[in-house]
């Protein structure tokens, strides 16, 4: 892997905590010297949340598809009655 | 949620699986919102929550594989519903700190601005990193999944997608100011 590359992988072994602790004690000392990476290091974090917030939107989607589907066919007629019954004022 | 395990998780086999725990677990669910004075829309509100909050766990292995489902889902959504009933009633949210069963949604205008740019100008390569990162994929899946040929070109592909990912986040932090507060 190009060397850009292998950085991003460091940094995600660090955040994700899946380097030894040796490794670790190296990267911090070298986080501390190095400002450009230090700010890559924020992006990263900043990009793995974003990742997150992607990833449960889309299967927010999904389910709300679920939702209609199951709301919408007739074939679950009596499972949709049910619920429905439970909110009958 | 052991079919995921078996057949892969792919959109088909979790529309399989929602389909199932809506089945199984949303009577419940909407019977104790109900009791509890809540409305339909809260019931499948609430209860779409919990299902996102079941995934996650499950994906990240923090849930015995034989858990009873039905029951869990049915915890989950009286937690949150007693939460919210709780958030309601004061307005100040002091004694939630147990927060972290809550799924937040990305409300700062910022990281909706991101989000929406990522997702139109770069689908695939969110595609991917969601894939191994959120629905926690193994990368022989990973590879299956988008036609790579081995493990290799699908781990670089995965590093490359997130290097460009967080070029965009670094480039559009300085538009969108407030997203690097």
Redesign the interface.
Known sequence: MRTSLNELKQIEDHLLRLSPPEDTLLFEAKMILDTNLRGNVLLQQRTYSLVQQYGRKQLKAEIEAVHQQLFSDTTHRTFVDKILSLFKK | MEALMISGNT?AT??AL??AL??KA??AA??YI?KMGG??DE??DIF?DA??IY??KAVNNQIAIHVNEKAYLLGITKNLWLQKYREDRSNVPFDSADIDTA?ED?NEPA?EK??YY??TAGQKC?NI??AF???NLPVKKLADLFGYTSIHSAT?QK??C??K??DT??QK?LTYED??K
Do not use: G, H, T, W
């Open positions: 959109k979790r529309e929602f389909i809506y089945q949303f009577p909407a019977k109900s409305s339909f019931a499948k779409q299902l996102v995934y996650e799924v990305a990281v991101l989000l990522l997702e969110m990193l969601k990162y959120y629905d670089v590093y490359k997130l290097e990912v967080r986040v670094k932090s997203f690097l």
